[in-house]
């Protein structure tokens, strides 16, 4: 009888020591997943802002701004227009390599 009783003491025990474990386990992995919620939270309104941010750069008004400010570009005129014709000159014939022609 002693040694059922052990047995069970034993048994009692080990799920007792392995019910503290699991329930240890559960509150690490959630607080866990609290933390990787919230850092995402934080991504999410960083890749908001960030995505303002890109597009206030990308504005026509501040790209025409700085293309005429720091490239000293200029909008396009007739008047400093040149007009290419239409006609291009043939290239001149390549030579021949030697042997290549004779046979």
């Known amino acids: ?5 052990l047995v069970l003491l034993l048994a009692v025990l080990a799920s007792a020591f392995y019910l503290v474990h699991t329930q ?6 959630y607080s866990a997943l609290y933390r990787a919620q919230s850092q995402a939270k934080q991504l999410d309104a960083d ?3 960030l995505a ?13 701004q700085l293309a005429t400010r720091h490239l000293q570009m200029r909008q396009v005129t007739p008047g400093i227009t040149q007009y290419v ?3 291009a000159t043939a290239p001149a014939a ?3 390599a030697e042997g290549e022609g004779a046979r």
């Open 1 to 5: 009888m002693i040694r059922l009783n």
């Open 85 to 87: 014709s239409g006609r």
């Open 52 to 64: 303002v941010q890109r597009r206030a750069q990308a504005a026509p008004a501040r790209v025409q």
């Open 24 to 29: 240890y386990e559960s509150r690490r992995l």
């Open 94 to 96: 390549a030579p021949r």
């Open 47 to 49: 890749h908001e802002q």
